[in-house]
């Protein structure tokens, strides 16, 4: 491993930018492997070479690395198509549009598509080679490319970057051996794609990263580190990383301080979302019961709206918001705030109606919080919540508060940090006394979530009776003393279960499943899609496995909207990370770009030679047979999720496993690991 990363680069001396032929090396060889240790090990040397050399580029690598330009609250994206890339890739090889376009229909991989054009194409001169940080600034340009003429002015800035691609190498590269190889144009064109396809996931970054700080910094005491001290390096920064998911904060901190110093340096701050604890699903109060057994816990009402984060800071605190706030958000009279959605994208200008509330119901000793909470449509004739479908009508963006139609009303479940100190760690009874202490509820705009503590089957039968008629979806049953207890940023955590009153009967959670094709409609609907594919997420893959069709629980006006929708994001062919039956029957008619998400209620699970769902999970002993829905019910889109957000191949199968187990009467089990 070591010679293999080391002796291709041996022209990069300490202080010069990083090759990004040398990153193109390391994901190449990642990619011809899928074992997990050897892929770490990959990126811990080389990122440790990058902190040798030129620990300046440490943050554009790392970026590069999983495929992002920056944190996800920044928002700051691409948005480009294939369409786009297909054009660049012809207008820099000197190919017709017309060629690529057959070329892609044959291989289905834009990056070796590229890699292909490129090496037919004799080198008239030779540009300088590209770097990590001339790359990462090239890309950034391209995603705050706007305004008259900016799909024009994309494609000259792909352009620029693709003719500079592998200027060092020589001769073809034979695009069917090795995957195509370390080809720089390869891995550009799949970044702008959105897909590296390199099976590295960000925790393996993020654990990669750890590992060469901690052996880069041993080494510059002229040691190497202990395996305690790995371990302890890891924990760290994933900690670190969960409650402060900003490399943008953590590399530069990192390299400052060192990373074991990390806690004392970068924690939670106003102004950064962190990944919000999720919950598991269960199907009756008895495995709730089973699950806490003599630990005690608080049922919540689970509420149907969206999730929000609201961070805050009084104009009289001692501390500073760390995000640039739109000017909307000014009106906090108190103080600036800040709302982010669960997957951290900005809503603060979808709701200044409750940033122009929000002083009113914070306390004047409270200083900073960050508030975890879901805003649900309100009813202010009848004074009660209503269903999310109302709150699915109002505009997403640069709302006025004057043209606010659908009013909300905050429901508060946890308070993560007060007053400058993140309480993530404190138990949910001390979390949940300061967040009372600390606002001052509002009929119809600010409230904390209803809940029960106790612990007796009868009483939250009957709470879950009173959740349903004061419509919410069910309840929450949340952990409520000691250290398992804490908040668990970005995990779905057997210490929040959901019991959700629709499960009770059938196979337990909805699935939020990812649009990839579509059927024409027949009889009334030929004018919009009839019938739809969907599939399930697999991140160890990084592929979407289909699991079922789905042509129920759609007006006709849903259907109309979203053939529209879809009509925008058509593709020639399924992506090659689409894992479908290849049967010629099973095809849908048109395929689309993965970037829906839905949420589907079905009434149990099968095994079906036509999916892919949890293939890889054993879920059938041939190894052939995937998991599918059936009589699958489309619910709603899910705005709030992206699609490697949508439900996991390994729930799908725990799913089907616990539904086997319920069937075969071994009582339900109780999930402890996905
Ligand atoms: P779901 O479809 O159930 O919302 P999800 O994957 O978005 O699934 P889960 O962890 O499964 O999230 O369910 C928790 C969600 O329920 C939270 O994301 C939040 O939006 C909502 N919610 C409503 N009331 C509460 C509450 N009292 N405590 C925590 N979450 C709540």
Request: net charge neutral; hydrophobic share 35%.
């Amino acid at each position: 491993l070591k010679t293999s990363n080391k002796d291709a680069y041996p022209d990069w001396k300490a202080g010069e930018p990083v090759p990004y032929a040398a990153l193109c090396k390391t994901f190449s060889l990642v990619e011809l492997t899928t074992k997990r240790l050897i892929i770490m090990e990959y990126c811990s040397l080389f990122l440790r070479q990058v902190m040798r050399l030129t620990p300046d580029d440490l943050l554009s690598t790392v970026n590069l690395m999983i495929n992002k330009l920056a944190p996800d609250y920044a928002g700051i994206e691409l948005g480009i198509g294939e369409s786009l890339i297909m054009k660049a890739i012809g207008e820099t090889t000197g190919r017709s549009l017309a060629v690529i376009k057959q070329d892609q229909k044959e291989i289905g991989d834009l990056g070796l598509v590229a890699v292909k054009s490129r090496s037919t194409q004799p080198t008239m001169f030779k540009p300088r080679p590209l770097t990590v940080r001339g790359v990462h600034k090239g890309l950034m340009g391209i995603a705050t490319i706007t305004g008259n003429g900016a799909q024009g002015r994309k494609v000259d800035a792909i352009k620029k970057l693709l003719s500079a691609a592998d200027s060092n190498s020589t001769g073809k590269v034979d695009i069917t051996k090795d995957k195509g190889g370390p080809s720089e144009a390869k891995y550009l064109v799949r970044f702008l794609e959105g897909k590296l396809r390199l099976g590295l996931a960000e925790k393996t970054v993020l654990v990669s990263l750890a590992q060469a700080v901690i052996a880069h910094e041993a080494q510059v005491k002229g040691g190497t580190p202990s395996t305690c001290d790995v371990e302890k390096a890891e924990a760290m920064l994933k900690t670190v990383y969960s409650e402060l998911p900003s490399y943008d904060i953590i590399i530069p901190a990192m390299l400052k301080h060192g990373i074991m110093h990390l806690k004392e340096n970068c924690n939670l701050q106003p102004g950064i979302p962190l990944k919000p604890m999720l919950a598991k699903p269960t199907k009756a109060i008895t495995e709730v019961l089973d699950r806490f057994e003599d630990q005690t816990f608080t049922c919540e009402y689970k509420y149907d709206g969206e999730r929000a984060q609201i961070h805050y800071v009084a104009k009289d605190a001692n501390e500073e918001l760390s995000q640039a706030l739109p000017d909307s958000n000014k009106e906090a009279a108190k103080g600036v705030a800040a709302i982010f959605s669960r997957n951290s994208e900005d809503l603060s200008k979808k709701y200044p109606d409750i940033l122009a509330k929000l002083h009113t119901w914070v306390k004047d000793d409270t200083k900073s919080f960050v508030l975890d909470c879901e805003t649900v449509a309100w009813d202010v004739t009848e004074k009660k919540v209503l269903p999310f479908q109302q709150l699915m009508t109002r505009k997403k963006k640069d709302v006025k508060i004057e043209d606010v139609k659908v009013k909300v009303c905050v429901f508060a479940f946890d308070l993560l940090y007060l007053n400058g100190e993140a309480i993530v760690e404190k138990p949910l009874r001390e979390r949940r006394e300061l967040l009372m202490q600390s606002f001052t509820p509002t009929l119809g705009e600010f409230a904390f979530a209803t809940h029960m503590d106790g612990q007796e089957l009868e009483e939250i039968q009957t709470f879950l009776d009173e959740s349903v008629k004061a419509s919410c979806e069910g309840l929450m049953v949340k952990m409520l003393d000691g250290a398992e207890s804490g908040y668990e940023p970005s995990k779905r955590s057997r210490n929040w279960l959901k019991i959700k009153k629709d499960y009770l009967s059938g196979v337990g959670d909805s699935l939020d499943l990812v649009v990839l094709g579509a059927y024409y409609g027949k009889g009334k609907r030929t004018s919009v899609y009839g019938a739809f594919l969907l599939a399930c997420y697999n991140p160890n893959s990084d592929t979407y496995e289909t699991v079922c069709n789905i042509g129920t629980g759609f007006s006709e006006a849903v259907l109309e909207e979203l053939h529209s929708q879809l009509s925008e994001i058509v593709i020639d062919r399924p992506k090659p990370f689409y894992s479908h039956s290849s049967g010629g029957q099973h095809q849908p008619d048109v395929w689309f770009e993965p970037r829906y998400v839905w949420e589907v209620r079905t009434a149990d699970l099968t095994l079906s030679p036509r999916y892919k769902a949890g293939c890889k999970e054993g879920v059938d002993p041939g190894g052939e047979k995937g998991i599918s829905l059936r009589f699958p019910r489309f619910i709603k889109i899910r705005d709030d999720k992206k699609p490697d957000e949508a439900t996991s191949s390994r729930q799908v199968a725990e799913m089907y496993r616990k539904q086997e187990s319920v069937t075969k009467s071994k009582g339900p089990a109780v999930d402890d690991d996905f």
